[in-house]
């Protein structure tokens, strides 16, 4: 069938509608009539990474829509569902049958090589493949091809606009403070970078009660949204964060979580950390970090990664959704809509901290 995506030409290259040809539905898969397109920063790195081989590519993995077609192996997913889309695992390994999706040992091939694991493309324009299959979804689509695994059903009453980013973003930060560190509330929790990923965190470590909660972003606008959970705001470009940081902590934090990928920010979040402390690095873009190593080896900190929070966005999902309708977790203020012609101006707000999540409208 014909439909119409935001295709990225070339690295590097804005997003452009452009009319494609989705391929015929296999029998495992779901076709998906796209309601909204949650933009996460992983699409705007990865749109000026990929190889050029990659190119062109369909991007899109906050996808959230009505369900058109389900192949025939598909069960639990019927026409007209409303689903939020995720990232993809095979439920099969050994990482997924533990619960531990985000690591499944298919992951690359089913969500980043953009295309399917038989090579071929879901996407094409006169023949020639389009690549696509980004998280299973490539939802900056009007019409897309996810799968059981990555398609979340929700109730139709849940407002798709709202909850597109829970397919990445908001279940990102929200599954670390969830799943990762699981805070007390006389813990102390810093967030070093505070987009739709930091601002999901703090709201879910707020429901959980954390009493002191600190935002170090440079951008003023992204310091403010994250008052609203409560937490104070560092400004790195005029306050030594690692002593300010100590100092609103009662001498060094419980726990941290970096978004920036910046070398030297990761550094200062683990110098800021108390003995014992944790830090979870969830940034894309860093090839290394440099890490303190004589205060390492004294304080027995902690430092890691996690996929997605650590979350199978089949329980996490509806558990945001939850909380959300009972009014805790309340993200929808850092929602900003975009009819999907307005993406390119939508990249460059983001950028900006004009915005904090910008969701595409279809
Ligand atoms: N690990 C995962 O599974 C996962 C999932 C989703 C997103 N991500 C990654 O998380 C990161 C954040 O995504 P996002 O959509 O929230 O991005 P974003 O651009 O909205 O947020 C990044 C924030 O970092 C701030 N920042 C820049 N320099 C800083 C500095 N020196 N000190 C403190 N803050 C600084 C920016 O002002 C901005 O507010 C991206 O790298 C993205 O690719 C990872
Ligand atoms: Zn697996
Ligand atoms: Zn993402």
Redesign the pocket.
Same mark, same amino acid.
């Given at each position: 069938m014909r439909t119409t995506a935001a295709v990225v030409e070339k690295q590097g290259a804005d997003f452009a509608l452009t009319e494609v040809d989705l391929d015929a539905l296999r029998a495992d898969e779901v076709l998906v009539r796209m309601v909204a397109t949650g933009l996460?920063?992983?699409d705007?790195?990865l749109k000026g990474f990929l190889p050029e081989e990659m190119f062109p590519n369909v991007f899109g993995h906050e996808g959230a829509g009505v369900v058109e077609a389900v192949g025939p192996d598909v069960t639990g997913i019927e026409v007209g569902d409303q689903v939020v889309l995720s990232f993809r695992s095979c439920r099969a390994c050994a990482e997924c049958t533990a619960g531990h999706v985000?690591y499944c040992e298919q992951s690359l091939l089913l969500n980043y090589m953009g295309m399917r694991m038989d090579g071929s493309t879901t996407y094409s324009r006169e023949g020639a493949p389009v690549f696509g299959s980004f998280f299973g979804q490539s939802s900056l689509s009007a019409h897309a091809i996810a799968y059981a695994d990555n398609c979340v059903v929700v109730d139709r009453s849940v407002d798709l606009t709202k909850v597109a980013p829970y397919g990445?973003?908001f279940q %990102?930060?929200a599954g670390t403070v969830f799943n990762v560190l699981d805070p007390e509330p006389e813990d102390s929790l810093v967030v070093?970078?505070? &987009?739709?990923?930091?601002?999901a965190a703090l709201a879910a470590a707020r429901h959980l009660g954390v009493r002191t909660l600190v935002a170090?972003?440079?951008?003023a606008s992204?310091r403010e949204a994250a008052a609203r959970y409560g937490a104070i705001g560092v400004d790195?470009t005029t306050e030594t964060?690692v002593d300010r940081v100590k100092e609103l902590t009662g001498g060094g934090a419980s726990y941290g979580i970096d978004? %920036?990928?910046?070398s030297?920010?990761v550094k200062q979040a683990q110098q800021s950390l108390r003995a014992r402390g944790t830090l979870v690095a969830? &940034?894309?873009?860093a090839e290394e970090y440099a890490v303190d190593a004589i205060d390492l080896l004294q304080t027995g900190k902690v430092i890691r990664?996690?996929?997605?929070?650590d979350s199978d966005p089949q329980q996490m999902v509806p558990r945001l959704i939850e909380l959300n309708q009972a009014g805790e977790f309340d993200v929808d203020p850092l929602v900003t809509t975009y009819p999907v012609a307005e993406i390119n101006q939508a990249v460059a707000d983001?950028?900006a901290?004009k915005v904090?999540?910008p969701v595409l409208l279809w």
């Open positions: 996460c920063h992983t705007i790195h985000g990445c973003g %990102t930060g070093y970078g505070v &987009g739709a990923v930091g601002l170090v972003d440079p951008m992204r790195p964060v978004t %920036t990928a910046i030297d920010v969830l &940034g894309l873009g990664s996690s996929v997605e929070g983001v950028l901290g904090v999540k």
